[in-house]
T-cell receptor, first 112, second 111 residues
C-alpha cells in the first residue's frame, strides 16, 4: 500500500482566491490521479499523470490545473475559486503493476 | 453516461448477518473490478478486486462475485460488523487503468 499525503485536509476560502491542493507520495509511483467527489455521487477523474512532465485531463471537465515537476508531487491549483468548486478532492496513486489505486485522505474544500 | 451503477444507495443489515452489495456495468471492455470502502472525510480504502477471468475472489470476510454475461458483480460481507458501516464504491477499468466508479452504497450495520 502506498503512503500518500494530502494537505490541507480542510479548507474554507472566499470566492476569487487562488488555492493549491498538495498531494505527495513516497513510493516513487509514476501514475497519479486527482478525483472530485460530492456526497452521494461517484468519484470523477479530473486529472491524471503517468510521469514527470506528463499531465492529462480526466473525464470530468475541471477549471483546475495540475503540474508534475517531480515524481512525488502532484499539486492541483484553482486560479480563482468559486462556490461551484466546493467538493472533496482526492489524490490517488498506483504502481502500475496492478490496477489498484491507493488514495490519500482527501481535501474538503468549501468556497464561500 | 454512467458506466458503473450501484442502484442501491443504502443498505441496513444486522450485525452478524450477511451484507450483499450489487454493482452493474455497461462497458464490455471492462476487465478488472474493484471494491473500495470509504468513511466520511477520509479517502477510499481498497478492499478487494477481481479479474474478468475469474468469477469469484475471496479475502477473509469479503467475497466478490462476477457474472460477466450479466455485467454484474456483487460484494458479500459475512459476518457484518459495526466497523463495516461505511460507503462502498464499486469501480471498473479496462487495460488503460483509468477507474470508473459507481455512486456508492451506504451500509449501516445495526446491533
Amino acid at each position: 500500500e502506498a503512503d500518500i499525503y494530502q494537505t490541507p485536509r480542510y479548507l474554507v476560502i472566499g470566492t476569487g482566491k487562488k488555492i493549491t491542493l498538495e498531494c505527495s507520495q513516497t513510493m516513487g509511483h509514476d501514475k497519479m490521479y486527482w478525483y472530485q467527489q460530492d456526497p452521494g455521487m461517484e468519484l470523477h477523474l479530473i486529472h491524471y499523470s503517468y510521469g514527470v512532465n506528463s499531465t492529462e485531463k480526466g473525464d470530468l471537465s475541471s477549471e483546475s490545473t495540475v503540474s508534475r515537476i517531480r515524481t512525488e508531487h502532484f499539486p492541483l491549483t484553482l486560479e480563482s475559486a468559486r462556490p461551484s468548486h466546493t467538493s472533496q478532492y482526492l489524490c490517488a496513486t498506483t504502481s502500475g503493476v496492478t490496477y489498484e489505486q491507493y488514495f490519500g485522505p482527501g481535501t474538503r474544500l468549501t468556497v464561500t | 453516461d454512467q458506466q458503473v451503477k450501484q442502484n442501491s444507495p443504502s443498505l441496513s443489515v444486522q450485525e452478524g448477518r450477511i451484507s450483499i452489495l450489487n454493482c452493474d456495468y455497461t462497458n464490455s471492455m471492462f476487465d478488472y473490478f474493484l471494491w473500495y470502502k470509504k468513511y466520511p472525510a477520509e479517502g477510499p480504502t481498497f478492499l478487494i478486486s477481481i479479474s474478468s477471468i475469474k468469477d469469484k475472489n475471496e479475502d477473509g470476510r469479503f467475497t466478490v462475485f462476477l457474472n460477466k454475461s450479466a455485467k454484474h458483480l456483487s460484494l458479500h460481507i459475512v459476518p457484518s460488523q459495526p466497523g463495516d458501516s461505511a460507503v462502498y464504491f464499486c469501480a471498473a477499468t479496462d487495460s488503460w487503468g483509468k477507474l470508473q466508479f459507481g455512486a456508492g452504497t451506504q451500509v449501516v450495520v445495526t446491533p
